[in-house]
T-cell receptor, first 123, second 113 residues
């Protein structure tokens, strides 16, 4: 259980175009999804928190108009990189907030389940 | 300002021996600490966690230790297996912020046969 699908896995686009990345929770409903960006040899940097039916909450320094997030249903959030430029080239990963039943079977932990990521290359 | 730090970018261990991955943090408002494992071209997968009110949690070959006074946690893998070779991320959950996680930089573990 707790599978998150992210699509596409890789995209190459020309500078100035927009790219949409989808994140789906396949077997559970996720009221909250997160979008991260990872640079080579670096940590996962949280870009924004996406809540179903409301506006996303962006982290400091992340341009809202550049990275449009839509969370229209309990199983789908999308990230659109608008007017992409070479500096936007990166690895983008989404996650969905879900529950994890621990080994004892009695404890439920609120954790994030991750998609496989999208490698964006802007030429 | 890096609130969660993994100071060792890489670690190499012999199969069968213990792997110890370390993580330090600076923020006292973290209520849970989690370890994720990541293979190339895949998203991180949840491995094990520990509440800030505990000092140890064990799950099979994996044990996480938390030293709150030192703001330090570690992941022990014993015995290490070649399939454990991956990048391990330490993450801290921010209290009362909707499940928000702060990640360390990751440590690449290589377990040699």
């Amino acid at each position: 259980g707790a599978v998150v699908s992210q699509h596409p896995s890789r995209v190459i686009c020309k500078s100035g175009t927009s790219v949409k990345i989808e994140c789906r929770s396949l077997d559970f409903q996720a009221t909250t999804m997160f979008w991260y960006r990872q640079f080579p040899k670096k940590s996962l940097m949280l870009m924004a928190t996406s809540n179903e039916g409301s506006k996303a909450t962006y982290e400091q320094g992340v341009e809202k108009d550049k990275f449009l997030i839509n969370h229209a249903s309990l199983t789908l959030s999308t990230l659109t990189v608008t007017s992409a430029h070479p500096e936007d080239s990166s690895f983008y990963i989404c996650s969905a907030r879900g529950t994890h039943l621990t080994g004892t079977g009695t404890s439920i932990l609120d954790i994030q389940y991750f998609g496989a990521g999208t490698r964006l290359s802007v030429l | 300002d890096q609130q969660v730090k993994q100071n060792s970018p890489s670690l190499s261990v012999q199969e069968g021996r213990i792997s110890i991955l370390n993580c330090d943090y600076t923020n006292s408002m973290f209520d849970y600490f989690l370890w994720y494992k990541k293979y190339p071209a895949e998203g991180p997968t949840f491995l094990i966690s520990i509440s800030s009110i505990k000092d140890k949690n064990e799950d099979g070959r994996f044990t996480v230790f938390l030293n709150k006074s030192a703001k330090h946690l570690s992941l022990h893998i014993v015995p290490s297996q070649p399939g454990d070779s991956a990048v391990y991320f330490c993450a801290a959950r921010v209290y009362n912020q909707g499940g928000k996680l702060i990640f360390g930089q990751g440590t690449e573990l290589s377990v040699k046969p």
